[in-house]
Nanobody, 114 residues
Framework: QVQLVESGGGLAQPGGSLRLSCVAS????????MSWYRQAPGKEREYVAG????????VYVDSVRGRFTIARDNGKNTLYLQMNGLQREDTAVYYC???????WGQGTQVTVSS
């Protein structure tokens, strides 16, 4: 059974930081590129960042480049998203996914507010 389980979301102040994690199971994590998406209230789901299966080929959407860092630990079957310099506009439900397999997690809420 494939599972992607996100954690680490919560409430942060503007300028603050959060680290999201996504633990994968049920498939060979190290063989697939992974991505983070987010969906803000009333908006479509948006691509945030992606990473190749060996940790290379990293891509960010312009709005988070320089503030967010995507990483993975294939030994732990875990995908990460370090989010620094959070802005109110980053408020959304964040999802990890294996895009070529169309596997998605349930999402974790990130709220940026003072």
């Amino acid at each position: 059974q494939v599972q992607l389980v996100e954690s680490g979301g919560g409430l942060a102040q503007p300028g603050g930081s959060l680290r999201l994690s996504c633990v994968a199971s049920g498939f060979t994590f190290s063989r697939y590129s992974m991505s983070w998406y987010r969906q803000a209230p009333g908006k479509e789901r948006e691509y945030v960042a992606g990473i190749g299966r060996d940790g290379t080929n990293i891509v960010y959407v312009d709005s988070v480049r320089g503030r967010f860092t995507i990483a993975r630990d294939n030994g732990k079957n875990t995908l990460y998203l370090q989010m620094n310099g959070l802005q109110r506009e980053d408020t959304a439900v964040y999802y990890c996914c294996a895009p070529t397999l169309d596997y998605w997690g349930q999402g974790t809420q990130v709220t940026v507010s003072s």
